[in-house]
């Protein structure tokens, strides 16, 4: 009987155990399933990249058509002005005949409607030498170099540079153009200033940025010159005859020499003239020296 009941006590125990061991499983397989798998720093960084590369792409999308239409502008603008070139030929020649050459070529200058800022003529040993600076429209500028080369009977050097300034045209125009509409603003602002230190502010920026427009407008002025003239540095000379020797004959050297003597006599007289004090001065002298002779008598 007892141990009956000994086996009932240790079955039932047995039972009760087996049941709670179940129950906390049920709980830990119910908590797994509710959580959610955990992501590793990895993937959610390369996630982030992700986002941020589609991010990045489709704002170069959205932006093609804005690049598309600041480059058409771009070019539109290049092309509506006209491309600057400075052209600048240096040429140096040996003429037959200087005079007739000299009014061939500024008569040339006169037919292709050109300007000679400057003419310097000049005589070295055996040699008359005449340089040229002449401007000349870029269209007649072929033309008038070819009229002039025609001169020569030698040819020195002939030398023609070339510089596009197109670029830096534009680039400075529109620099100008920015500035204007920042001394309009700057003009409006000053309208608007109402206390003493806002006026004295807003002056001094007008100042300065009135300083930089007049020094852009005037490089802009300097290109349009350089670029709506080419410039002809043009020299030229003639080979003169060799002089005769200095006459050697008998009657010029004496009269060399009478020349010469009477050039010696008139720098010993000039001399004299520097001497007058001792010529006041020896009379004295000789006086005092009678005087004394006269008194003291040498002895016999």
């Known amino acids: 009987m007892k141990m009956r009941l000994c086996f009932r006590r240790i079955l039932i125990f047995s039972l009760i155990i087996l049941h709670l061991s179940c129950h906390r499983n049920e709980k830990k397989v119910s908590t797994s399933e509710l959580r959610e798998p955990p992501v590793s720093d990895s993937e959610a960084k390369t996630d982030a990249v992700v986002a941020t590369e589609?991010?990045?792409?489709?704002?170069?999308?959205?932006?093609?058509?804005?690049?598309?239409?600041?480059?058409?502008?771009?070019?539109?603008?290049?092309?509506?002005?006209?491309?600057?070139?400075i052209r600048t030929a240096n040429l140096r020649f040996q003429v037959a005949d200087f005079k007739k050459s000299t009014l061939a070529i500024n008569q040339q200058i006169t037919q292709h409607d050109a300007q000679?800022?400057?003419?310097?003529?000049?005589?070295?040993?055996?040699?008359?030498?005449?340089?040229?600076?002449?401007?000349?429209?870029p269209e007649k500028f072929e033309s008038l170099l070819n009229s002039i080369s025609g001169q020569s009977i030698y040819l020195d050097s002939k030398n023609i540079t070339a510089e596009d300034v197109t670029t830096e045209y534009i680039d400075i125009a529109a620099r100008l153009k920015t500035k204007k509409a920042v001394e309009a603003r700057y003009l409006d602002l000053l309208k608007q200033a109402k206390t003493v230190k806002d006026i004295i502010t807003v002056e001094e920026q007008l100042r300065q940025l009135q300083e930089e427009i007049e020094s852009t407008e005037a490089r802009l002025t300097y290109l349009n010159r350089q670029t709506s003239y080419n410039t002809i540095n043009l020299t030229f000379y003639q080979k003169l005859a060799t002089t005769s020797l200095p006459d050697t004959s008998f009657a010029v050297r004496v009269r060399n020499a009478l020349q010469g003597g009477w050039d010696i006599m008139i720098a010993l007289f000039?001399?004299?003239?520097?001497?007058?004090?001792?010529?006041?001065?020896?009379?004295?002298?000789?006086?005092?020296l009678r005087k004394f002779i006269r008194k003291y008598p040498p002895i016999r």
């Open 54 to 85: 589609a991010m990045i792409e489709n704002q170069e999308v959205s932006s093609r058509p804005f690049k598309a239409e600041e480059q058409a502008i771009s070019s539109s603008k290049r092309s509506a002005v006209d491309q600057k070139i």
């Open 270 to 288: 000039i001399g004299l003239l520097h001497l007058w004090p001792l010529l006041l001065i020896l009379p004295i002298l000789i006086i005092y």
């Open 116 to 137: 000679l800022l400057s003419a310097n003529e000049s005589r070295t040993d055996g040699t008359l030498e005449n340089s040229l600076v002449i401007k000349v429209l």
